[in-house]
């Protein structure tokens, strides 16, 4: 009898501690609007894994991919409210919210990588600064590849840009085209193969991620290397759900986000590589931009940015100065 009743005090015991264990276990929500095949959701992936190791299991964080959580614009609002405690967004698409938030889609600011990490470092604190006021951390971001010209007749200068028709998809597009005297014409990305195949565009700035991707090579024969801007996603955590781990969790948390961040940065510009390499395999012809071209665009470009410095006021100086004086 005394044996029965030690065996299921026991079998109690190693229930309640199994309970406690699984209790024990956090569980975020991590919401994406890219496709599991992108690559900055397959860096995400790993970014989960490895918190999922470093903590032993007592974290999981679950990937939501192509929008199948929040859409797009919703994500950054939906971590500051706590309905999901993890997001990645594109970081311009909330300049109207704050300015520093658009300071790495400054057209011809940066023209390499290298640059625009430096850009990025004199931007973190300022961004840090107002995620934390919205309830977030700052546990990583990383680049897209930069933006480039792509045309249909060869340029030499912003003067052979004058009443071409000039596919736009933000405020900064439509400004650099009015600057040059393009004629504009908003075109979303589905829409963009109809649109050259119609003649509705001849020329556009995107990255060589998205012009190898649309296959631009079989409407525009020319893109030129100008790394008009290099902008990036952020990813952000809750505040709150952040706070509420134990400090060794949420050590394991920054140290994945770290390498994450190393990590994601390294894989752009391989993708940019590829990009590239696909748009000549496709028949484009792949320039650097010439020198005229490249002082005419400089004009462009600080036309840009002293319009947004005037907006961002005090901050944005500070984050240019920060920039300027670390190249």
């Known amino acids: 009898m005394k044996r029965r009743i030690l065996c299921a005090t026991a079998a109690l015991a190693a229930t309640v501690g199994f309970a406690g264990s699984a209790l024990a276990q956090t569980k975020w929500d991590f919401a994406t609007a ?27 964080i679950t990937p939501h991919f192509g929008a199948s959580l929040f859409k797009m614009p919703e994500i950054k609002r939906a971590v500051q409210t706590g309905n999901a405690q993890m997001g990645e967004f594109f970081l311009v698409s909330f300049q109207n919210e704050s300015q520093i ?29 107002l995620l934390d006021k919205q309830g977030q951390v700052l546990l990583y971001s990383v680049a897209w590849p930069p933006q480039g010209i792509y045309t249909k007749k060869p340029i030499q200068s912003a003067a052979d840009l004058k009443g071409m028709k000039w596919r736009v998809y933000s405020p900064t597009t439509a400004r650099i085209g009015e600057l040059v005297g393009a004629q504009p014409a908003t075109i979303q990305e589905a829409e963009l193969s ?18 190898a991707d649309n296959k631009l090579f079989e409407h ?16 952000t955590v809750s505040k709150k759900a952040f706070n509420a781990l134990p400090k060794a969790e949420q050590e394991a948390v920054l140290k994945a986000a770290a390498a994450a961040e190393e990590r994601g940065w390294k894989e752009s510009r391989e993708v940019d590589a590829r990009s590239i390499a696909t748009l000549k395999a496709g028949g484009m012809s792949v320039e650097e931009p010439s020198a005229q071209l490249k ?16 907006k961002a006021g005090a901050d944005g100086k500070a984050v240019l100065d920060a920039y300027k004086a670390a190249k």
């Open 34 to 60: 890219y496709p599991a095949f992108n690559f900055h959701s397959k860096n995400n992936e790993q970014f989960v894994k490895d918190v999922d190791a470093a903590t032993q299991g007592k974290l999981k």
């Open 101 to 129: 938030f658009g300071v790495d889609g400054l057209p011809f600011l940066v023209g390499s990588y290298d640059e625009a990490f430096k850009l990025y470092q004199a931007q973190k604190p300022a961004l840090q600064k």
């Open 194 to 211: 109809q649109a050259l195949a119609t003649g509705v565009v001849e020329g556009l700035i995107t990255s060589s991620a998205t012009g």
């Open 220 to 235: 525009l024969k020319h893109y030129y290397n100008v790394q008009a801007w290099i902008p990036k996603n952020a990813v």
């Open 295 to 310: 002082a005419d665009l400089a004009k462009v470009g600080d036309v840009v940015i002293k319009e947004w410095t005037e």
